[in-house]
Antibody
Framework: EVQLLESGGGLIQPGGSLRLSCAAS????????MSWVRQAPGKGLEWISI???????QYADSVKGRFTISKDNSKSMLFLQMNSLRAEDTAVYYC???????????WGQGTSVTVSS | DIQMTQSPSSVSASVGDRVTITCRAS??????LAWYQQKPGKGPKLLIY???NLQKGVPSRFSGSGYGTDFTLTISSLQPEDSATYYC?????????FGQGTTVEIK
């Protein structure tokens, strides 16, 4: 059974940094593609980054240059390093697995990030 | 970026009713569209991929159709457990984008 468990969220001041983690089980990170998708309070879903099975990455313009996606295949861990955080980054952050690059087959339960002074 | 527009924003229907949600894309998607269901406090769940393919384990009362810019999600006989918010997502280009969501409420 595929399981995704996010952690690392919390309250952080504007301009600060945070590192989110996603523990994956039931599949291999080296075989599938992983994304981060966020959801601001009361809002819809926003895709922010993907890391391909081979390690290539892409980002949404809203986070490009500030966020970095990475993974440790041997530990089945996905990460999102978030720097220069802004109030508009406040959201629940989900990790999501895609067997192909097109759709998001499995999702975690999310971790909440609040950027506020 | 490709804009995805869903309608209606919310719908209230009775158990057993047929419910239809539409999604319109600002550019042609061919069949690169998915539908997700999200319940409060949970991550989304993939229902349909590539316009009309039912994800494993999803009840057959859910179906999808469309091509290009206009797509439809249909719940043939609404059940109490279908109360949720539904999102469409385009998969033809990056950034992947989602519709704003349609909330389905049971009367």
């Amino acid at each position: 059974e595929v399981q995704l468990l996010e952690s690392g969220g919390g309250l952080i001041q504007p301009g600060g940094s945070l590192r989110l983690s996603c523990a994956a089980s039931g599949f291999s990170l080296s075989a599938d593609h992983m994304s981060w998708v966020r959801q601001a309070p009361g809002k819809g879903l926003e895709w922010i980054s993907i890391i391909y099975s081979g390690g290539g990455t892409q980002y949404a313009d809203s986070v490009k240059g500030r966020f970095t996606i990475s993974k440790d295949n041997s530990k089945s861990m996905l990460f999102l390093q978030m720097n220069s955080l802004r109030a508009e980054d406040t959201a629940v952050y989900y990790c999501a697995r895609g067997i192909l690059t097109y759709f998001f087959d499995d999702w975690g339960q999310g971790t909440s990030v609040t950027v506020s002074s | 970026d490709i804009q995805m527009t869903q309608s209606p924003s919310s719908v209230s229907a009775s158990v057993g009713d047929r419910v239809t949600i539409t999604c319109r894309a600002s550019q042609g998607l061919k069949t690169w569209l998915a539908w997700y269901q999200q319940k409060p406090g949970k991550g989304p769940k993939l229902l349909i991929y590539a316009t009309s393919n039912l994800q494993k384990g999803v009840p057959s009362r859910f179906s999808g159709s469309g091509y290009g810019t206009d797509f439809t999600l249909t719940i043939s006989s609404l059940q109490p457990e279908d109360s949720a918010t539904y999102y469409c997502q385009q998969a033809i280009d990056f950034p992947r984008t989602f519709g704003q969501g349609t909330t389905v409420e049971i009367k």
